[in-house]
């Protein structure tokens, strides 16, 4: 599959081509351990509300291939998802778009202090990662997201173009291509304090990670001990209460009678 694009009038000619027999990609460095969090944490979220199905591919620092002008062009974006593969990539670390499957829904590069390149444009080889998604592989959905400000930028693309989407009221962006909202919440999770990317469903419910659906499963049990206690509580109340009035009654009958009269004609 052959996609002819012009740019600055220069044409390029992208190619949707098997990596070759034998390629190895080359390993990038995490730049720090918070990166590989954040984007483990986002899948976790969507993993315990079922929202993944077995023909999505989400990664991270997964490569997306494409060949410009006979050229291969290899960008790992710290997460991304792809809608449907036609295969499953558990041992791969590389994907192909239209070859192998849809193009990217979403890719997200995650900022650190050394530049990586997630607003270039540079259009020659190697090409810049925003000119890699925005004109290659024309991805619909680019994030930004700068960890340690908790600075998050959505850009969409439209007529060929990435435009910076406002967030709505609380922070939040509306994607309805997955039925979800995409935000920024501070907290902590394992060892890293800080900002993170959140999921929220359309009713503004976050989408809880593991520990918070253990602790919330904690506390709904607590509670439901907490409303059995009080009912067997209120169920022993009840029961004495009722061998109480038994035993009054025992005593009244056992009076009336004692002074000869039939408690039967009282009634």
């Known amino acids: 599959m052959t996609t002819q694009l012009k740019i600055n009038r220069q044409p390029l000619e992208i190619t949707w081509e098997p990596l070759p027999a034998g390629f190895k990609l080359e390993d990038e460095p995490v730049e720090n351990n918070g990166q590989p969090l954040i984007a483990g944490a986002l899948r976790e979220s969507l993993e315990i509300a079922q929202r993944i199905q077995p023909q999505m591919l989400i990664a991270t620092n997964f490569g997306l291939c494409a060949t410009v002008n006979g050229e291969l062009v290899i960008k790992a974006p710290d ?37 990586g390149g997630e607003y270039s444009v540079k259009p020659t080889y190697p090409p810049g990662k925003w000119f890699f998604y925005e004109q290659i592989l024309q991805v619909p959905i680019y994030v930004i997201f700068e960890p340690k400000a908790g600075l998050l930028e959505l850009y969409r693309l439209q007529n060929g173009k990435y435009e910076l989407e406002q967030p709505d009221e609380n922070g939040r962006h509306w994607l309805p291509e997955i039925d979800l909202y995409l935000g920024t919440w501070k907290g902590t999770k394992t060892d890293r304090s800080g900002y993170w990317l959140r999921w929220w ?59 000869g009269l039939d408690p039967n004609d009282l009634t």
């Open 79 to 115: 997460w991304l998802y792809v809608p449907s593969v036609r295969e499953q990539l558990a041992a791969r670390n590389s994907y192909t778009p239209n070859l192998e499957g849809d193009l990217p829904l979403i890719v997200m590069e995650f900022l650190s202090e050394t530049e």
């Open 201 to 259: 469903h359309q009713s503004s419910a976050i989408l809880p990670w593991a520990v918070e659906q253990i602790e919330a499963e904690r506390q709904r049990a607590e509670q439901e001990s907490q409303r059995a206690e009080q009912e067997s509580q209120r169920a022993e109340q009840e029961s004495q209460r009722a061998d109480r009035e038994r035993e009054e009654k025992e005593k009244l009958i056992a009076y009336l009678r004692a002074k």
